[in-house]
Antibody
Framework: QLHLQESGPGLVNPSGTLSLTCGVS?????????WSWVRQPPGKGLEWIGEIFHTGSTHYNPSLKSRVTLSVDKSKNHFSLMLTSVTAADTAVYYC??????WGQGTLVTVSS | DIQVTQSPSSVSASVGDRVTITCRASQGISVYLAWFQQKPGKAPKSLIYAASHLHSGVPSRFSGSGSGTDFTLTISSLQPEDFATYYCQQYDDYPRTFGQGTKLEIK
């Protein structure tokens, strides 16, 4: 059974960089699947951020593309999200997931000074 | 981007009722549509992939159908634990896009 777990700071300063990691257990990150990030602002719907394959191939949401970088660390069996120049609009619960099936529990990131 | 329009945005129903939620894609997506259930304060739970395939452990009262642009999620006999918000997502093209959600409330 694959398990995903997000980790990272819960508070980020405006104009700073949001960095989160998703630990993968129960499977190798080098298996043939994509690894994705989804976010949900408080009280709102789901927004797809992007996804990465273990080879490093990526797809990003055009609305965030200029600020987002996804990466994979095979040695640690985890993948990461970096979002730069954050504002209050980036306050959300961030989920890591595999497309259409497994989800992490989510982590709330608040952008505030 | 492919737009996914979900309806209704909310619905009230009673235990034992049959409920149908629809998703319409702005262009054909074959069967590349998934459905998720989300309860307050919890992560989404995957219910259905490829329009009609139930994930392991999902009760058989849930079913999905459709192809192309029109899709439905049906709950045949509502149970108390089914009251939640439901989302669809297309994964035929990038960027992946979600419907805006349907909140299923107790009548």
């Amino acid at each position: 059974q694959l398990h995903l777990q997000e980790s990272g700071p819960g508070l980020v300063n405006p104009s700073g960089t949001l960095s989160l990691t998703c630990g993968v257990s129960g499977a190798s990150i080098s298996t043939s699947r994509w690894w994705s990030w989804v976010r949900q602002p408080p009280g709102k719907g789901l927004e797809w951020i992007g996804e990465i394959f273990h080879t490093g191939s990526t797809h990003y949401n055009p609305s965030l593309k200029s600020r987002v970088t996804l990466s994979v660390d095979k040695s640690k069996n985890h993948f990461s999200l970096m979002l730069t120049s954050v504002t209050a609009a980036d306050t959300a619960v961030y989920y890591c997931a595999t497309p259409t099936d497994y989800w992490g529990q989510g982590t709330l990131v608040t952008v505030s000074s | 981007d492919i737009q996914v329009t979900q309806s209704p945005s909310s619905v009230s129903a009673s235990v034992g009722d049959r409920v149908t939620i629809t998703c319409r894609a702005s262009q054909g997506i074959s069967v590349y549509l998934a459905w998720f259930q989300q309860k307050p304060g919890k992560a989404p739970k995957s219910l259905i992939y490829a329009a009609s395939h139930l994930h392991s452990g999902v009760p058989s009262r849930f079913s999905g159908s459709g192809s192309g642009t029109d899709f439905t999620l049906t709950i045949s006999s509502l149970q108390p634990e089914d009251f939640a918000t439901y989302y669809c997502q297309q994964y035929d093209d990038y960027p992946r896009t979600f419907g805006q959600g349907t909140k299923l409330e107790i009548k």
